[in-house]
């Protein structure tokens, strides 16, 4: 390698999401089936931050992330940025937040829960407590780390 | 008091306010002291076993014929049609919720109950989802509470047995919770509480402490509740070695206070030796009978509007 920097080139228009603690990159790719889609995208993996460690980075053109999908996000990476671009320039930029609640994506843990045998679809709540995070399932009432997810690991 | 109970879903403890709580307590001794044959007349009840549970299901139809009221049902989901033809639990309720008042339920899955009062018309009681929530026991054992000491605040309570897979023991301390009590919890290291219901009560702000051994902290106690560990979970001579250390016997209770009650939920095995049934402090035989009064309470709150 000759330069410092590993190189992403720009894009003219799409979201980049940067500040993905490293080693999750490929995890984001797969839960949002990003590489489902025909536009391009571009990955960075363990980039060096320049506070030190590193970083994952995804750059996808012409794809804009919803507000649900951003919250989404922060399951994986909590301090992840959103840059929405637009003819090369970042209009937008913002970090992700954890939503109250999520819906539809995840199937619970618990394999007693009635979920599994109902037309229902799940519902988490998402509890902050100190560094961790739990989902808690609106029917069983268990609460998990999401490492229990198998969609989210 | 306003009955904010009226035509609402009792799913999980959780779900009632400390009012609603002492609403219910209220009305299970007011129904103890009078009974209310009239309160139910005309009402009929769907009482649903999806899983057997004699105790619940004899203790729950009492209640429905105390108050006048009937009650249709069946006491074991794999003998009727329902669980046999595949249907789902969602289509079940929308069928027997349009022939009943209110809909009674026990089933094995957690989560059960919260599903069917989604699909559901009437309001639906919990009689136990799988190891979840079995809010009907939380509310007789706090009318025992309160019977016996005259006050749900402030108390001091231990909790002895299997405090990680019992689920009366987790709901009723999340229920006391509200109520300022102080909490001990005695257990060997295997069946200690859930770390998210200590961070639960840790962020509740709620006083709470281990200990090993029984009789030092019982000269401080006003309840001692007492659970059933179950013996398939440890090893013949680990069990013998645990059960020695965790059973309540008469001559431990040498310096309890006067108004001191040993409460169980029952069956006991060998977990309180049968010397104690003597003793003024065994409450456990009223407190089963206080489960008629409790689902008394709770029925006639959901189906009328006034209170008693
Ligand atoms: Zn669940």
Known sequence: MTGRKLKVEAIASGTVIDHIPAGMGIRILNFFELTKQQDRITV????KKST?????LIKVENTKFTKEQAQQLALFAQDA????????KVVEKFKVTLPEAIEEVLSCPNTNCITHD?????????KEQQDKVALKCHYCEKSFHQSFFKELV | MKNTLYNKDIISIADLSREELELIVAQAQSIKKTPRPDLLKGKIIASCFFEASTRTRLSFETAVQRLGGTHIGFDSGGNTSLGKKGETLADSVKVINSYADAFFMRHPKEGSARLASEFANVPVINGGDGANQHPTQTLLDLFSIYETQGSLEGLKIAFVGDLKYGRTVHSLAQALALFDCEFYFVAPPELTMPEYLCDELR????????HDDLEAILPALDILYVTRVQKERFDPTEYQHMQSKYVLTADLLHSVKDTFKVLHPLPRVDEITIDVDATPYAYYFEQAENGVYARQALLSLVLSEESV
């Open chain 1, 81 to 88: 940025t959103i840059n929405v671009i637009e003819d090369y």
């Open chain 1, 118 to 126: 109902e037309p229902v679809s799940s519902t988490f709540y998402i």
């Open chain 2, 203 to 210: 962020q509740a702000g709620v006083k709470f402490s281990f």
């Open chain 1, 44 to 47: 960075g993996l363990n980039l």
């Open chain 1, 52 to 56: 030190g460690g590193k970083k994952d």
